[in-house]
């Protein structure tokens, strides 16, 4: 008899939302998760809540403030003598923020009935789990009726940077104890913009070294271009087509050396944060003693339903194929635990959003006009800059646009592009539009409430047809 329904791998927000949504539906559930806090204590909630979406949030939230407060609240009528910046201050609030949401997450495995196995679970032969708990010596292996493997991943740390103090990683530039005075980032992905845009704010000369010779090569690329100028002009140096000759650290500094199209370009700074992607945790998961299959880049190969190779062993998150995002391995977890039960749910991998957390925001769901271009697709543009919002101009941020997308012959919504103020919470109306297969003209013809800034996709979707009211 097996001693659990499901056994899940990994307590991240793939991990932690599979084994609730397992406990909802009646099923045994046990969890089992090996992070440590800086303390030492364990906890749940993986990279993003410990090391990754929630405090870099938080820090973006902080300096966010202290931003306007420092280049925007005059214009305002607001004036502010002696401004500073506490570092442990804000370093103190965002730990706090991190601790009370894992301590949230332990309360719901209290709720729901969840054992929570603190150490590290491996694959031990078929429906089997080793467990080797942090306090104990000894492991012990548990048969449980179903496997899900949500273990997560890794920044990547390449071999040609040299191992120095100076040079960290994203889980680093979380926890700086001062602000650099110079910091270089090696990639020009989502976590090297919105760190860079955490300590460019605080004061720090900050160059973004992309290999690429587009900026955000995934983002549609009139949206792209704006968001480059926009982060040059808050002080960020961007480099593109910059391929990386050499890093060498010093006593006190870090010389680094790339090789451009105008030549080769040195840096001398005082700190360097490599964020060249990221690696799935699948070494030393048993996936070798079991047969588990990986492909050349060690995800674990899943189908349409994140099955795996072998019965009853599913895996999800960012050890699968697709966008390593929080919010997709939360909604595979659910639809596994579903599967698991019997029923038959769907994940809708082309509506998931994507979002960068600089200022302005930058959002988006669907394809990029590049792809439709690649793909022959005839369409529809339709543009609508912030500029011409009113709340825009109530709030003092008019930076960015609207972007919308639509089938020449159809109008169906292909994608949705959005940069600007808010952009993360605006983003969600064009995924449920576009989940319901909707077109711009419903967009259109729905009331918006004004003034909003949502009215600025009300009218970027009237612009698909040439009927902009405000441009």
Known sequence: MADFDVIVIGGGPGGY???????????KTACVDERLDDGGKPSLGGVCLNVGCIPSKALLDTTHHY????HEFAAHGIGIKDLDIDIATMMARKNKV?????????MLFVKHKITWFKGRGELAGENRIRVSLHNEDESKEYKTNHIIIATGSSPVMPDAIPDDEKITDSTGALAFEAVPKRLAIIGGGVIGLELGSVWTRLGSKTSIIVRGDKFLKNVDQQIAKAVQQDLEKQGMNILLGAKLVSVKPGKKNVSITCATADGE????????LVATGRTPNTTGIGADVVGLTLDAHGFIEVDAECRSNLPNVFAIGDVVRGPMLAHKASEEGVAVAERIAGQQPEVNYTVIPSVVYTWPELAWAGLTAEQLQLAGTRYKSGVFPFTAS???HASGDTRGMVKILSDASTDQILGVHIYGPNASELISEAVVAMEYSASAEDLARIVHAHPTLSEAVHEAALAVDGRSLHS
């Open 67 to 70: 931003y306007r407060a420092q």
């Open 17 to 27: 939302i599979a084994a609730i949504r397992c406990a909802q539906l009646g099923l």
């Open 98 to 106: 991190v601790k009370t949401l894992t301590d949230g997450i332990a």
């Open 390 to 392: 009113g709340r825009a």
């Open 265 to 272: 370009t040195k840096l001398i700074v005082d700190k360097v």
